[in-house]
């Protein structure tokens, strides 16, 4: 069972930056396409940004432009970079399969932007 353990949220200002990663467990982390996921209080889950396994991403069109994702096959992680950001992008952050998530969700990490 693949399980995931993200990280690197925390409390940043408007017009600020984070960099999540997601790390997994499992040698099969390489065929998977990835997602970041997000859920803001009382909101459903929604798929932020995806990336194939040779790098081909998408991502939610209130993101484009701020957000980037990527990944490193080699070392199973795939990573959030986050610029810019608005306090509507105040969320608990997961990673998982994409489009559908298939895997375990790990605990998520936080993300408030308030000044």
């Known amino acids: 069972q693949v399980q995931l353990v993200e990280s690197g949220g925390g409390l940043v200002q408007p017009g600020g930056s984070l960099r999540l990663s997601c790390a997994a467990s499992?040698?099969?982390?390489?065929?998977?396409?990835m997602g970041w996921y997000r859920q803001a209080p009382g909101k459903q889950r929604e798929l932020v940004a995806a990336?194939?396994?040779?790098?081909?991403?998408t991502y939610l069109d209130s993101v484009k432009g701020r957000f980037t994702i990527s990944r490193d096959n080699a070392k199973n992680t795939v990573y959030l970079q986050m610029n810019s950001l608005k306090p509507e992008d105040t969320a608990d952050y997961y990673c998982?399969?994409?489009?559908?998530?298939?895997?375990?969700w790990g605990q998520g990490t936080q993300v408030t932007v308030s000044s």
């Open positions: 998982n399969t994409s489009p559908r998530a298939t895997l375990r």
């Open positions: 990336v194939t396994s040779g790098g081909s991403t």
């Open positions: 499992g040698s099969i982390f390489s065929a998977y396409v």
